[in-house]
């Protein structure tokens, strides 16, 4: 049997895509790394699910730890490097996200908690909001490390807010006792 060499190039091309997607996970579809890298960090996937408001697709979430667990009061409490990534699925405005997120953190803190944690929540408020729009696709990294928050947005720093209380509280919009859905809190602690 003879082999031509388009041939040849074209399964070598078809063979090097499958090993580079070895170390991802797929999703409802969409593909999710395996490991992300914070800094000198190197994060694993602890689990991965999509946001659904009604019957439409709003993103994909991905949590990444050092080590995998099903604790959400672990992850939400801890001070390692953590990091969740929204991959949009749609359009979205920042300023419907943001209001999204600040719901999502006055039904995880009490009214004390969410009085004290008001400054930060709008700090926080204004970095996604340097992107006025967000298209499908675009990519948000909220980075968790000791008590700091950062906000990276289409691949661009976009800042930081330094507080333990907001930074738990923000996590607990998708790990608390009120998640913004339950079924993605599952899929993220990998039930899902």
Same mark, same amino acid.
Do not use: C
């Given at each position: 049997?003879?082999?031509?060499?388009?041939?040849?190039a074209?399964?070598?091309?078809?063979?090097?895509?499958l090993?580079?997607?070895?170390?991802?996970?797929?999703?409802?579809?969409?593909?999710?790394?395996?490991?992300?890298?914070?800094?000198?960090?190197?994060?694993?996937?602890?689990?991965?699910?999509?946001?659904?408001?009604?019957?439409?697709?709003?993103?994909?979430?991905?949590?990444?730890?050092?080590?995998?667990?099903?604790?959400?009061?672990?992850?939400?409490?801890?001070? =390692?490097?953590?990091? *969740?990534?929204?991959? #949009?699925?749609? %359009?979205?405005?920042?300023?419907? !996200?943001?209001? @999204? /997120?600040?719901?999502?953190?006055?039904?995880?803190?009490?009214?004390?908690?969410?009085q004290?944690?008001?400054?930060?929540?709008?700090?926080?408020?204004?970095?996604?909001?340097?992107?006025?729009?967000?298209?499908?696709?675009?990519?948000?990294?909220?980075?968790?490390?000791?008590?700091?928050?950062?906000?990276?947005?289409?691949?661009?720093q976009?800042?930081?807010?330094d507080d333990?209380?907001? =930074?738990?509280?923000? *996590?607990?919009?998708? #790990?608390?006792? %009120?998640?913004?859905?339950?079924? !993605?809190?599952? @899929? /993220?602690?990998?039930?899902?």
């Amino acid at each position: 049997m003879k082999f031509n060499a388009s041939f040849l190039a074209a399964a070598l091309v078809a063979l090097s895509a499958l090993t580079l997607d070895a170390s991802a996970r797929t999703v409802d579809g969409h593909t999710v790394p395996d490991t992300l890298q914070v800094g000198n960090t190197p994060l694993i996937l602890n689990g991965a699910g999509i946001r659904k408001k009604v019957v439409f697709d709003v993103y994909l979430a991905a949590l990444y730890t050092d080590k995998k667990t099903d604790k959400a009061q672990a992850l939400i409490d801890s001070t =390692a490097p953590r990091a *969740l990534r929204l991959v #949009l699925l749609r %359009d979205i405005d920042s300023a419907d !996200l943001a209001d @999204a /997120l600040n719901e999502g953190l006055r039904d995880n803190t009490s009214k004390s908690q969410w009085q004290a944690i008001q400054p930060h929540a709008r700090q926080f408020a204004g970095l996604l909001l340097k992107q006025k729009s967000l298209k499908r696709g675009s990519v948000i990294d909220l980075i968790f490390s000791g008590s700091r928050v950062s906000v990276s947005a289409l691949g661009t720093q976009q800042g930081a807010v330094d507080d333990a209380d907001f =930074a738990h509280a923000l *996590l607990a919009v998708w #790990l608390g006792n %009120d998640p913004a859905q339950s079924s !993605l809190k599952r @899929a /993220l602690l990998g039930a899902g």
